[in-house]
């Protein structure tokens, strides 16, 4: 096992008028499981490959435990790779793909069998050795995939979004094996996602990125709690966290015509700023008498809970079109009839504060 270090990694492809990995220090621990996010673009599988030595590193250093690694072949830092799309040989048996790379190590032929069948008892594959990869569903190929990698017994294990190509429930089942798989492994483990269910269900740490940069990395409790930014606020989270700017009155910003009461200290963290944005979760509203003005457009009522979906009270029905989407988390005893206004009480204590100067967090 060991522990993965990036420090000041940058990747500049040529012709790129901007980095597409910028400067990426980040620390991850010994057995840790750690969740790069974020969307399309960002540098999430370029920094994944990097650590794969799939990509040049142009500046900085990685290092595996204590080993630099930067300039090292694939070959040479004991790591394993899960792709997107397998990349299993069709005419090979399952048992044959996943023991392809110890052939090519030289391992003999007795010690791959035990492995391969080491690893196939833990992924469920024992009744698939024989079978041909098209022959198996795509949740088998991806665990015949996950079995490849296992073989190799490598210090760390790197996965490039594993589960995009499975049907929507498969997905949900498959990466809670991962997640108990690693858990049982205590391999060190990078794992890349756009998914952010994903990444808050799976991961011990999630690596939040954006153009590139590194925007904020914790537990996926303390990344939903506290976001240290716009970016990661209405990032993390489903449905995504409510973002609303106003001007700033004296005890409060105003929202529409409700002013939403935010704590003086909170407010003299912004010197000279005529607004700021307000991040308040679905789940943090609920109806009362007096609060934001919601004109209700969709009501889902799913059980137990219902989502409001609406805009500001208000707005005439042309601005509506292009206004932002509030959502609120409530009691479907009593939802709301769709066309109404409502009001909705927010919890204070659950007031996400930004500035709108920095994007930065306040409160």
């Not at 969740?35 to 900085?60: D, F, H, I, Q, Y």
């Not at 979906?309 to 939802?335: C, E, F, H, M």
Request: glycine share 10%.
């Amino acid at each position: 096992m060991a522990t993965v270090t990036f420090s000041d990694a940058s990747r500049v492809y040529p012709g790129a008028d901007h980095p597409a990995v910028d400067k990426l220090t980040l620390e991850i621990g010994d057995g840790e499981f750690m969740v790069l996010v974020g969307p399309s673009g960002c540098g999430k599988s370029t920094s994944l490959r990097m650590l794969a030595g799939l990509e040049e590193v142009n500046t900085g250093n990685i290092y595996i435990g204590d080993r630099d690694v930067t300039d090292l072949p694939p070959k040479d830092r004991d790591i394993a790779m899960v792709f997107q799309n397998y990349a299993l040989y069709p005419h090979m048996t399952v048992a044959d793909n996943m023991g392809f790379a110890l052939k090519m190590q030289g391992v003999g032929k007795q010690e791959r069998a035990e492995r391969v069948l080491e690893a196939a008892k833990l992924l469920g594959l024992e009744d698939f050795l024989s079978r041909k990869p098209k022959a198996l569903s795509g949740g088998q190929r991806q665990r015949v995939a996950m079995g490849r990698a296992i073989v190799r017994q490598p210090q760390v294990f790197l996965m490039d979004e594993p589960l995009s190509n499975l049907d929507a429930k498969l997905r949900v089942s498959t990466r809670t094996q991962i997640a108990a798989l690693q858990t049982r492994l205590g391999v060190t483990t990078v794992y890349v996602t756009h998914d952010q269910v994903e990444a808050m269900t799976m991961g011990d740490r999630v690596a939040v990125m954006k153009d590139g940069v590194l925007q904020q990395v914790d537990t996926p409790l303390t990344l939903y709690d506290t976001p240290a930014n716009l970016f990661v606020a209405g990032f993390i989270g489903s449905p995504a966290m409510n973002l609303m700017s106003g001007p700033i009155v004296e005890g409060g910003v105003t929202i529409g015509d409700y002013t939403v009461p935010i704590k003086r200290e909170v407010l003299a963290k912004a010197p000279g700023e005529k607004t700021l944005t307000l991040g308040i979760r679905p789940e943090s509203f609920t109806m009362a008498d007096a609060g934001i003005g919601i004109d209700v457009a969709v009501v889902e009522e799913l059980g137990a809970d219902a989502y409001v979906y609406g805009t500001l009270a208000g707005l005439a029905d042309d601005a509506k079109l292009n206004a932002q989407q509030i959502v609120a988390r409530i009691s479907s005893r009593r939802p709301p009839e769709r066309g109404a206004m409502v009001r909705m009480g927010v919890d204070t204590e659950h007031i996400h504060v930004f500035s709108d100067a920095t994007q930065e967090r306040l409160s």
